[in-house]
Nanobody
Framework: QLQLVESGGGLVQPGGSLRLSCAAS????????IAWFRQAPGKEREGVSCISSVGGRTNYADSVKGRFTISRDNAKKTVYLQMNSLKPEDTATYYC????????????????????WGQGTQVTVSS
């Protein structure tokens, strides 16, 4: 079973940057598409970004395009979310999630297909 652990959250001022990490264990990360989701209090969970298991395909929510970058290092079994130009509306708990995709270039920002989830890391953007 794939296990995911997020880290890197914290308090940052508007305009600042954070890099979130999603560390995987249990299985080889290379067979899994990994996505980042976020949920703010009183709001629905939102898909932020996804990276395919092969081919390096990525997609992003419109709200973060041009500011966030997802990447993966299969050797380190880690997926990253570099977040720049942070805004107060980026404040949320961020979760990474995985789905085994058997080496395809599948992507999704919908939570339903993802089977494995981390416990979340809090990101607060405030002055």
């Amino acid at each position: 079973q794939l296990q995911l652990v997020e880290s890197g959250g914290g308090l940052v001022q508007p305009g600042g940057s954070l890099r979130l990490s999603c560390a995987a264990s249990g299985f080889s990360l290379e067979y899994y598409a990994i996505a980042w989701f976020r949920q703010a209090p009183g709001k629905e969970r939102e898909g932020v970004s996804c990276i395919s298991s092969v081919g390096g395909r990525t997609n992003y929510a419109d709200s973060v395009k041009g500011r966030f970058t997802i990447s993966r290092d299969n050797a380190k079994k880690t997926v990253y979310l570099q977040m720049n130009s942070l805004k107060p509306e980026d404040t949320a708990t961020y979760y990474c999630a995985g789905r085994r995709t058997f080496g395809s270039s599948w992507l999704s920002l919908s939570a339903e297909p993802f089977v494995y989830w981390g416990q979340g890391t809090q990101v607060t953007v405030s002055s």
